[in-house]
């Protein structure tokens, strides 16, 4: 069984046999009985993905949305910002198509499974690559702000860069793509990559460095550069970027390292360790929690890198305003009412305080 990012979780829904892993001693030739991870994946699975599908659409649809209207005032920020959002709404689509293969299985053929993973895989690793990208201009702009590149930072050379990540993204999800396949087992269809033996540890060391040790190395090395640079400049706002970056990097680290821990146990499993059926069951129920949680990191990133800004936030409710004038006015209308009702209160209260006193 050779799963990866994609099926590790939505294998478990189908009645596999996993012939490949027995007891420490390798003498029984029964297989691990997988019956209450697959009940138990039937209900969690739909669930979380259902919940990261909403939250994160309606965040990353909010950050495109305002970009698209305010496109002609873009600079290179902007851009990655429009590429992050885009990216995570790519993936996104993909999770309905999953959810509906563990409550049930894989009914949307072979070209779907090839396309559903294609946006999953491109997906992930370009919003993966856009947090990088937008990481090493804030390092440019704060640590180097005199240079050519930082004097050059428009919307065009936004353009080249993030197309540049997208072919990234595309190459590093081809393996992906190529070898997704149906699978037939135990007459239950289910859509997963399936490598060859020669590509298995490939496919784990490539997720592990990908999605966590190479972006976290830079994040780590352009931050560490970054906060001395604004502890030395005199202003207000200093504290506030500083704690923008250190969230950051937290976020990132506390959403992603788990699922990399537990993709290295199973690259460990694969390679003839950890066999027992105890470590297997663990694993696979770890699997869904910790690939959830990494996937949720989506509808963090329009908080942590649009909404965090003033400036973004102002484009929202103006966005919003223009579109829904009726709610604001009548929400304006409440917060006058509330506010005067308060006033009211407080003179009120103050006047009998004074009564008191006198």
């Known amino acids: 069984m050779t799963e990866d990012l994609v099926t590790v979780t939505l294998a478990m829904t189908t009645n596999e046999s996993y012939d490949d892993y027995y007891n420490d001693a390798g003498l029984s030739a029964l297989p691990c009985n997988n019956a209450n991870t697959k009940a138990f994946s039937q209900v969690f699975l739909p669930t979380l993905y259902s919940l990261v599908f909403i939250g994160g659409f309606i965040g990353n649809g909010l950050v495109f949305w305002v970009l698209i209207r305010y496109r002609q005032k873009s600079n290179m920020t902007d851009v990655c910002l429009f590429n992050l959002a885009l990216s995570d709404l790519l993936f996104l689509v993909s999770l309905p198509f999953w959810a509906h293969g563990a409550i049930d299985q894989w009914t949307f053929g072979k070209f779907m499974c090839h396309t559903i993973t294609g946006l999953f895989m491109i997906g992930l690793y370009g919003s993966i690559f856009f947090m990088v990208l937008m990481t090493l201009d804030r390092y440019v702009v704060i640590v180097h702000a005199h240079s050519i590149f930082s004097r050059n930072r428009s919307a065009k050379m936004g353009l080249i860069l993030t197309s540049f990540v997208w072919v ?56 560490s550069r970054i906060i001395p640079t604004l502890l030395s400049i005199k202003s207000q706002k200093r504290h506030k970027v500083i704690k923008l970056i250190l969230a950051v990097v937290t976020v990132y680290f506390i959403f992603w390292t788990p699922y990399n821990i537990v993709m290295f146990l199973m690259f460990l499993q694969k390679k003839g360790h950890l066999l027992s059926c105890e470590w297997q069951t663990q694993l696979n129920l770890a699997m869904q929690w910790v690939e959830t949680i990494a996937l949720s990191h989506c509808c963090l990133n329009p908080i942590i890198y649009a909404f965090a800004g003033q400036k973004f936030r102002r484009a929202v409710l103006k966005v919003l305003k223009e579109q829904f004038p009726k709610c604001f006015s009548q929400c304006t209308n409440f917060s006058q009412q509330l506010s005067e009702r308060r006033s009211s209160v407080f003179s009120r209260s103050s006047e009998y305080s004074s009564t008191q006193i006198a």
């Not at 590093?172 to 396949?181: E, M, T, V």
């Not at 289910?190 to 040790?213: A, E, H, K, R």
Request: net charge neutral; with cysteine; glycine share 2%.
């Open 168 to 223: 990234l993204s595309l190459f590093a999800s081809l393996p992906n793509i190529i070898f997704a396949k149906e699978k037939n087992e135990s007459r239950v269809i289910s859509c997963g990559t399936v490598f060859p033996d020669s590509w298995v540890s490939f496919s784990y060391l490539q997720m592990n460095f990908l999605s966590l040790i190479i972006p976290l190395v830079i994040m780590i090395f352009c931050y």
